[in-house]
């Protein structure tokens, strides 16, 4: 009887995983400044999306660089490029000390970056926007070049003598994820499709790839350009009774864990966190001290191969949201 | 007979199957079947409460990200507790309910149109999707709760698969076609179903022959959110993890249906099945157009072709159908 009551008592509880579990592992990242130069005030102005997983991780590097370089960090973002241009123009009216931009749509931009140059704001460009950040008068460009980065998966794909592959494209007219399977295309020897799907409806993006798969039974390989896509593809993969191998771009916890369990081939990161740590540390030095990362040429953070042997180790930082 | 409403979108769906029949060589297969009943489902089961909402004469915008909310809700709450997973399913339904209940008593006290009214509540939801998660979990997805008690035997009632012979047949179907029979006797066989065509007709007539207008209206958004916490909860079981800023955009794919289904957007008149027809023609398209192999770039200009199509047909044999009587 005191048994039963007992478990009806604890029946609320789950006993495995949850916040409690989190905690336990969890030890919280502290953020004191670690120099004494003035409070200067950085924005940064992203082209994402609302809830986007990939520039929250941008974000947080951003910030933890913020913390430790004594700057007032502020953030906004639209991914309208005739909004976007308005925030910026926002962020220099409001004197910022210094601005990060990403320029997924360059020529939208373009006026709003040089007045932000023109009244002397050193800006530096980050993620996209490599060819047109020096012509706008940006002090340099922090990211991945996405042909670069396809090209990797596509030298990747050879090495594991696939022959037949899907890129699976979640955001209709999205330059970069165009120039992504472009690279794809470039260097892999097989062959490759581009299917598009919606990306807000995750059970239209699994239905759509498991249609593709029962079509072309000779599909060995589905490219996913953000991580959130991937285990969708997986499961896609499993309903169309297809052997295809799921490889993606970008990370994040749930990609990390099925890359470790080797439902996932590998993950080509761009490292997100690292272009905001990146820009606002370079913001920073170039006030501080005239430094240049990578004396003005673009900097580049990925593309970087991840298997599944870096699975462990990046769980980790997955967990947290800065991987 | 000709004079039902789903009369149009029946014989559209017959014409989209025999077209994909022919272009597409795997369409027929036991396999694609399941795939395109499974994508038909995911809309189905809100286009039904969203048609009788229709019938009723009345609009929600919201649906698409209430969605998301109810999956959000479910999981955060079981996360954030260490509870038992079926607990935050408990709590998402109250709550899920409780914006419908939201939307359904405004549009009543004030008298505002529900067009304003959810459009207020659809921003609303967006932001507090994406406001309150980063606020809870730190980042803009939810964490994985697949390692807690309870998610199996949620995945099995929300998103696990059936095989009958060789094809898997997902869950979802089996609740979309319940809500479908639950609709249709509801809408033909009781006092309620009246109510609603009667509200959709002519409100103040309906109301001056005794109906209780607020009651019934209140009611269908209650309705709306059920098929929200449904979708909802699939969503979650089925992939784990919720991003935050999923599900905008597809209020109106759920609109689409039902007007495919033959539901008129002034309300009064239209039909579960309807509605369930209109889903699965989409179901049968955005798949099809793949199936087919078409060429990628066009894909959403085929998708809209298509449904226009089964629309204007619609409307051409409901026109037949009526000059005929």
Redesign the interface.
Known sequence: MSVGLASVGLAGCSSTGGKRAEEERNAAVSGDAAVGTPRWKIAMVSHSGEGDTFWDIVQSGAKQAAAKDNIEFHYSHDKEAGRQAQLVKAAVDNDVDGLIVSLAKPDAMKGAIKKAVKAGIPVVTVNSGQDKSEEYGALAHIGQDEVLAGEAVGRELNERGRKKAVCLLHEQGNVGHEERCRGVRKTFDGKVRNLHADGTNMPAVESSLEAELQSDREIDTVVTLGAPFAPTAVKAAEGAGSKAETVTFDLNDQAARELKDGSIGFAVDQQPYLQGYEAVDLLWLERYNANMLGGGEPVLTGPQILTKKDASTLQKYTKRGTR | MLGRPELGAVVGAIAVFVVFSVV???FL?A??LS??L??SS?LGIMAVPVALLMIGGEFDLSTGVMVTSSSLVSSMF????????W?GVGVSLLVTLGIGLFNGYMLVRTKLPSFIITLGTFLML?GL??GL??LIS????T????????FASAKALFASELTIGSA?IQVTVVWWLALVALATWLLLRTKAGNWIFAVGGGEHTARAVGVPVARTKIGLYLGVALGAWISGQ??LF????V????????EL?YIAAAVIGGCLLTGGYGSAVGAAVGAFIF?MT??GI??A?WE??W??FFLGAMLLVAVLLNAWIRKRAEASR
Do not use: C, W
């Not at chain 2, 964490?143 to 309870?150: Q, R, V």
């Not at chain 2, 991003?243 to 597809?250: A, D, H, I, L, P």
């Open positions: 597409a060589d795997s297969r396999s694609s795939t395109v499974y994508a995911t079981s996360y954030q507790m260490t509870a038992n997973v607990v967006t999707n994406l998660t980063k730190g980042t803009v997805s964490k994985t709760i697949s390692d807690m008690e309870g898997d699939h969503l089925n992939y784990d993890v991003q935050s800023g999923e599900g905008v955009g597809n794919i179901g955005s798949k793949v199936y192999q990628p770039d894909f959403k």
